[in-house]
């Protein structure tokens, strides 16, 4: 049994250190010596693995979130990222809000779209500028009640709201060892309960003082509102009690963004030193107030847009105060500028920014109106424009280019303004600019270059006068050649020499079929190289100049209709109004007042396609008759090319 035992206490002796081996070595195991591949050697004392595998110093001795947050090593300070990948910032002096980073208010995060930091308050805007403390309603009026000093004793109620003209009963209540001797603030009464009807924002500061035990020293209380941070006193000579009768020296030093607003209590004085003589026990407040400004927001065009704010009381020196813009529709936003005072922009081209004062500022939201550009060609088919119609969000000040392109025929004139008001870089060249100075439409003015020429029917020897048409070389003259069933209007030969001769539409075929083709391939009545038209070239022509739809004015001489008519002749085309004449009755109509020509397309049997003009007309009229009215023919050259 001995043995065994010895054997035994070996057996544990040397189990118990093989476990401890065990435990340093899986200790070992759970501290990496290497990060991502291995290859990296890791000092676990600095530094530590992310988990994407690299490695990181550590921050001030803690690991902390690569992905998210960043190392200010210099001060070893762990900076976290804002939402969205925006700033990184110090979670100690500053928060996140809606992805932007903001400094913290007296150490409290708050609502940056509806709350305003003063000093280290965070405050609530109302109307008018006023500002109440957070939580406060803006519809009634702030009593803010203080002790001097704090542990000088009690103030009821606490600083809270009340409803405009309410009658508020204050308190004051001495705690152990100290006495109350007055108020400060809206009232001086020394009776330690009183009243103060609530007609604004307002505050009350109880004074206490030590009971004095020993009359052979006074002591001097000094109490700083609204805190220690807004400002110092300092006393000469430098103690907490003196001997009775002691002059002692006080002297009041504001701090940065603060002003010293006067001394109470023991003096009422306004200078920033007094004398205080201790002939019994003092207590004395040295009151600073809030350097704050107004900030005023007006607009350069009130239909502009709107700002966040109109104005805004209580901003600090030094402190950044949001400011945003918003265009209306028709403006766009241009920038910010100061119209009075002191004021500084984080980006005064940022309709959303921050502004910070100097002194109370006006500052103006400056907009821009929006114009559109509307373009135009005369005569439509004359060619094209760079914008084609229209384009809007143009501002003022700012050169639009535009350029012309000519149609086959036409030639550019110059640019005209329609409506509006607008200048151009040069109005005569096809490629130049517009700056706007209100919504405008402008014309490209293209003309018609007429080309013309002649030729003689071999048949007669008589002479027509010609014109191209885009693709098309037309005679400018009807036809006046005397084929067989062919007459003059009215049977007067003066008629054929104005208008020329009237035909039926068999006559005009001669013996061919009718085509839709377009040449059409129908010489019919027509002179050597020259065919009649199709109904499909007739409708090319109209295209040509515009459509169908002004056509007729474009077209028409300007003579030689009834009452003048109303052509313009834009194309040299020089249509005449040769009338209509009644083959199986032999009278005759219209003429001066209608020119109609046949095509060679027949619609359905004895009835064929023709176009039509009237004296006060626009358009160019096309209808089907019957083959055996006589109407007047133009002919169209076989070649299709410009002459």
Same mark, same amino acid.
């Given at each position: 049994?001995?043995?065994?035992?010895?054997?035994?206490?070996?057996?544990?002796?040397?189990?118990?250190?093989?476990?401890?081996?065990?435990?340093?070595?899986?200790?070992?195991?759970?501290?990496?010596?290497?990060?991502?591949?291995?290859?990296?050697?890791?000092?676990?004392?600095?530094?530590?693995?992310?988990?994407?595998?690299?490695?990181?110093?550590?921050?001030?001795?803690?690991?902390?979130?690569?992905?998210?947050?960043?190392?200010?090593?210099?001060?070893?300070?762990?900076?976290?990222?804002?939402?969205?990948?925006?700033?990184?910032?110090?979670?100690?002096?500053?928060?996140?809000?809606?992805?932007?980073?903001?400094?913290?208010?007296?150490?409290?995060?708050?609502?940056?779209?509806?709350?305003?930091?003063?000093?280290?308050?965070?405050?609530?805007?109302?109307?008018?500028?006023?500002?109440?403390?957070?939580?406060?309603?803006?519809?009634?009026?702030?009593?803010?009640?203080?002790?001097?000093?704090?542990?000088?004793?009690?103030?009821?109620?606490?600083?809270?709201?009340?409803?405009?003209?309410?009658?508020?009963?204050?308190?004051?209540?001495?705690?152990?060892?100290?006495?109350?001797?007055?108020?400060?603030?809206?009232?001086?009464?020394?009776?330690?309960?009183?009243?103060?009807?609530?007609?604004?924002?307002?505050?009350?500061?109880?004074?206490?003082?030590?009971?004095?035990?020993?009359?052979?020293?006074?002591?001097?209380?000094?109490?700083?509102?609204?805190?220690?941070?807004?400002?110092?006193?300092?006393?000469?000579?430098?103690?907490?009690?003196?001997?009775?009768?002691?002059?002692? $020296?006080?002297?009041?030093?504001?701090?940065?963004?603060?002003?010293?607003?006067?001394?109470?209590?023991?003096?009422?004085?306004?200078?920033?030193?007094?004398?205080?003589?201790?002939?019994?026990?003092?207590?004395?407040?040295?009151?600073?107030?809030?350097?704050?400004?107004?900030?005023?927001?007006?607009?350069?065009?009130?239909?502009?847009?709107?700002?966040?704010?109109?104005?805004?009381?209580?901003?600090?020196?030094? $402190?950044?105060?949001?400011?945003?813009?918003?265009?209306?529709?028709?403006?766009?936003?241009?920038?910010?500028?100061?119209?009075?005072?002191?004021?500084?922009?984080?980006?005064?081209?940022?309709?959303?920014?921050?502004?910070?004062?100097?002194?109370?500022?006006?500052?103006?939201?400056?907009?821009?109106?929006?114009?559109?550009? $509307?373009?135009?060609?005369?005569?439509?088919?004359?060619?094209?424009?760079?914008?084609?119609?229209?384009?809007?969000?143009?501002?003022?000040?700012?050169?639009?280019?535009?350029?012309?392109?000519?149609?086959?025929?036409?030639?550019?004139?110059?640019?005209?303004?329609?409506?509006?008001?607008?200048?151009?870089?040069?109005?005569?060249?096809?490629?130049?600019?517009?700056?706007?100075?209100?919504?405008?439409?402008?014309?490209?003015?293209?003309?018609?270059?007429?080309?013309?020429?002649?030729?003689?029917?071999?048949?007669?020897?008589?002479?027509?006068?010609?014109?191209?048409?885009?693709?098309?070389?037309?005679?400018?003259?009807?036809?006046?050649?005397?084929?067989?069933?062919?007459?003059?209007?009215?049977?007067?030969?003066?008629?054929?020499?104005?208008?020329?001769?009237?035909?039926?539409?068999?006559?005009?075929?001669?013996?061919?079929?009718?085509?839709?083709?377009?040449?059409?391939?129908?010489?019919?009545?027509?002179?050597?190289?020259?065919?009649?038209?199709?109904?499909?070239?007739?409708?090319?022509?109209?295209?040509?100049?515009?459509?169908?739809?002004?056509?007729?004015?474009?077209?028409?001489?300007?003579?030689?209709?009834?009452?003048?008519?109303?052509?313009?002749?834009?194309?040299?085309?020089?249509?005449?109004?040769?009338?209509?004449?009644?083959?199986?009755?032999?009278?005759?109509?219209?003429?001066?007042?209608?020119?109609?020509?046949?095509?060679?397309?027949?619609?359905?049997?004895?009835?064929?396609?023709?176009?039509?003009?009237?004296?006060?007309?626009?358009?160019?009229?096309?209808?089907?008759?019957?083959?055996?009215?006589?109407?007047?023919?133009?002919?169209?050259?076989?070649?299709?090319?410009?002459?």
């Amino acid at each position: 049994m001995t043995g065994s035992k010895k054997i035994t206490g070996r057996t544990i002796k040397h189990a118990a250190t093989a476990t401890l081996l065990a435990a340093l070595l899986f200790t070992c195991e759970k501290i990496p010596d290497h990060c991502g591949n291995g290859y990296s050697p890791l000092n676990p004392a600095a530094e530590f693995c992310g988990a994407d595998g690299a490695k990181y110093a550590k921050c001030g001795g803690k690991e902390y979130r690569p992905e998210d947050q960043k190392c200010d090593y210099e001060n070893g300070i762990l900076l976290t990222q804002c939402p969205g990948g925006k700033d990184f910032h110090n979670p100690v002096t500053h928060f996140c809000e809606d992805g932007e980073m903001h400094r913290r208010c007296g150490g409290a995060a708050y609502n940056t779209s509806a709350q305003v930091c003063l000093g280290s308050e965070v405050r609530t805007p109302c109307d008018g500028g006023r500002t109440v403390p957070a939580g406060q309603p803006c519809d009634g009026y702030i009593l803010s009640t203080t002790a001097a000093p704090a542990e000088g004793g009690t103030v009821e109620p606490a600083t809270q709201s009340y409803t405009p003209g309410a009658l508020v009963g204050v308190t004051a209540k001495a705690a152990d060892g100290y006495t109350f001797t007055g108020w400060s603030g809206a009232s001086t009464a020394t009776s330690p309960t009183i009243s103060v009807t609530m007609d604004g924002d307002k505050s009350l500061v109880a004074i206490f003082s030590p009971v004095v035990t020993d009359t052979t020293s006074y002591c001097l209380t000094i109490t700083v509102i609204p805190n220690n941070s807004s400002g110092t006193v300092t006393r000469n000579p430098d103690k907490q009690c003196y001997d009775p009768g002691t002059p002692v $020296t006080v002297t009041a030093e504001a701090a940065q963004n603060y002003r010293f607003a006067g001394w109470g209590g023991a003096s009422n004085s306004s200078d920033l030193a007094i004398v205080v003589t201790m002939d019994g026990p003092r207590a004395l407040i040295a009151n600073f107030a809030l350097i704050t400004y107004i900030l005023t927001i007006d607009r350069n065009i009130t239909a502009g847009g709107t700002v966040s704010a109109s104005s805004q009381s209580g901003i600090t020196p030094g $402190t950044p105060f949001s400011i945003s813009a918003f265009a209306a529709s028709g403006y766009a936003f241009v920038n910010w500028t100061v119209a009075s005072g002191q004021a500084a922009f984080g980006d005064p081209n940022d309709a959303s920014t921050t502004v910070t004062l100097g002194s109370n500022a006006t500052i103006r939201a400056n907009f821009q109106q929006l114009y559109a550009l $509307t373009m135009s060609c005369s005569p439509t088919e004359g060619g094209t424009t760079t914008p084609a119609n229209s384009q809007s969000g143009i501002t003022a000040d700012t050169p639009v280019n535009i350029s012309a392109a000519v149609a086959n025929g036409y030639t550019f004139v110059n640019w005209t303004i329609a409506s509006g008001t607008a200048m151009f870089g040069n109005a005569n060249s096809a490629s130049t600019t517009v700056t706007l100075g209100s919504n405008a439409t402008i014309r490209a003015n293209f003309q018609y270059v007429i080309v013309s020429g002649s030729f003689t029917d071999s048949r007669d020897n008589r002479s027509y006068r010609t014109v191209q048409i885009g693709q098309q070389r037309w005679m400018a003259e009807n036809l006046n050649y005397n084929a067989s069933g062919s007459v003059c209007h009215s049977n007067q030969e003066s008629n054929c020499n104005t208008y020329g001769r009237l035909y039926d539409w068999t006559t005009v075929m001669n013996g061919a079929s009718s085509s839709t083709s377009s040449p059409s391939g129908v010489r019919g009545v027509c002179p050597v190289g020259w065919h009649v038209p199709s109904d499909a070239e007739w409708t090319a022509l109209t295209n040509a100049v515009g459509g169908s739809s002004t056509a007729g004015t474009k077209l028409k001489s300007k003579s030689g209709w009834y009452s003048n008519g109303n052509g313009t002749d834009d194309h040299g085309f020089s249509a005449l109004p040769g009338g209509i004449g009644y083959s199986y009755v032999g009278g005759f109509d219209d003429a001066g007042f209608i020119g109609l020509w046949w095509s060679a397309t027949e619609d359905i049997a004895s009835y064929a396609w023709h176009r039509r003009m009237g004296y006060n007309y626009d358009f160019v009229g096309r209808s089907n008759y019957h083959t055996a009215i006589l109407f007047s023919l133009r002919c169209v050259e076989d070649s299709a090319a410009p002459q």
